[in-house]
């Protein structure tokens, strides 16, 4: 079992620059180095030395080549926190990087649950709050805090529930 409060490893984050930012930071400030996935990887980690970014485009002929390039020498990693819109193609060859690896994948609620897990895999769901008016989208601190923890103890879970914000009014997640 990975504990967080081992001796630091190495992580791997992707897509978390925007609503998982708090735990991105987190993690990088619990591990060694992290590489971090992202659109703007490169101008959100400038100047961070904890962060190994690259510029993800996962329509390049070479995104799978680049990404396994990047964290192979700094296997085995420790902790991988993902948000994958489809995650199952892309666990099919992030597997052997993530086999040692506490993995939480971050789902929203549209979203389509993996065939199978890492075998150190937890998911958080994204739903959405009641409010007095409706509904609401979490907030980036819910999402945060709900990554950190399935990171802290590798368990699954549901944050908010899974009716659709948007069905009764809410409006953009708040930050």
């Known amino acids: 079992m990975v504990r967080m409060d081992e001796k630091p490893g ?5 897509g978390g620059t925007g609503m998982l930012a708090g735990a991105t930071g987190w993690l ?3 591990s060694g ?4 996935v992202a659109r703007h990887a490169s ?7 904890r962060f190994v970014p690259l510029d993800a485009d996962w329509h390049s002929p ?3 080549r680049d990404l396994t390039g990047v964290v192979a020498p700094l296997l085995p990693l420790r902790h991988a926190l993902l948000w994958l819109h489809d995650p199952g193609p892309a666990l099919m060859w992030l597997a052997p990087l993530l086999d040692q690896a506490r993995t939480v994948i971050v789902l ?3 979203d389509r649950p993996p065939p199978l897990l890492p075998c150190n895999g937890a998911l958080v769901r994204l739903g959405s709050k009641p409010t007095d008016h ?3 989208w979490l907030s980036y601190r819910e999402i945060s805090d709900a990554a950190i923890a399935a990171l802290i103890d590798g368990t699954s879970r549901m ?5 659709p914000a948007n069905e009764k009014g809410a409006g953009q997640p708040e930050s």
């Open 10 to 14: 190495n992580a791997l984050v992707i």
């Open 43 to 49: 101008s959100v980690a400038a100047g961070d030395h």
């Open 159 to 163: 944050v908010g529930d899974l009716t």
């Open 33 to 36: 180095r992290t590489v971090l």
């Open 62 to 64: 070479s995104f799978e």
């Open 28 to 30: 990088a400030e619990r």
């Open 134 to 136: 409706g509904r609401r």
């Open 108 to 110: 929203g609620d549209m």
